[in-house]
């Protein structure tokens, strides 16, 4: 019992440290997850972290908060997800909490004007660093990278709503993986078939 409330503490607190700590969303929270969960805790692999955020990115809410309650209720079950989620959440509701008091006096500060473009910068030097680690673990087939460069045209060329991508992305999976465990299937069958008339 004792270690089951332990391993439930060192879930919320851990994702209550990358709420703290990552600022820009999601994506940009990649290399914190990769080096608190995979790096230190063991938790999970990298495979599992990019499943877990294409599932995220393609179910409702927050992706972090998806990946989260996923992570969590790989390691404990509904209430590992539950306080995985609550760590990833407090960190956010407090410091939210704080500026929603302090918003108004922000135009009067310069110095905190300036602190978020340089806070923008960073964010973005992350997220182009998550990109980069996607694409060297997601894009091992030259079909894959010419699904990329499609979908990053039709973002970012003809505006497309990345909701569309994400659906279309979704049924290119499931029809590719059906012909795929299909082939397989054929392949066994044929085997057993062989198998068969060699007996």
Request: hydrophobic letters at 55%; proline letters at 3%.
């Amino acid at each position: 019992m004792i270690d089951k409330i332990k391993n439930l503490f060192n879930l919320y607190f851990s994702f209550a440290k990358i709420g703290t700590f990552t600022i820009g969303g999601g994506l940009a929270m990649m290399p914190m997850m990769q080096s608190e969960l995979i790096e230190k805790r063991k938790w999970i692999t990298d495979e599992e972290l990019i499943d877990y955020y294409a599932v995220g990115q393609s179910t409702p809410g927050i992706v972090a908060v998806n990946v989260a309650t996923f992570v969590g209720y790989k390691q404990m079950g509904i209430i590992g997800g539950i306080f995985a989620t609550l760590g990833m959440v407090t960190p956010s509701l407090v410091i939210i909490m704080i500026l929603a008091s302090l918003i108004n006096s922000i135009n009067d500060f310069p110095i905190i004007q300036k602190a978020l473009k340089g806070i923008n910068v960073a964010v973005a030097a992350l997220l182009t660093s998550t990109i980069i680690n996607f694409m060297k673990k997601t894009i091992k087939k030259f079909t894959n990278a010419i699904f990329m460069m499609i979908s990053f045209l039709l973002v970012f060329v003809f505006k497309l709503p990345s909701f569309w991508i994400i659906l279309f992305a979704l049924l290119i999976g499931v029809v590719l993986t059906y012909k795929e465990k299909k082939k397989v299937a054929a392949v066994e069958e044929d085997s057993k078939k062989i198998d068969g008339e060699g007996k």
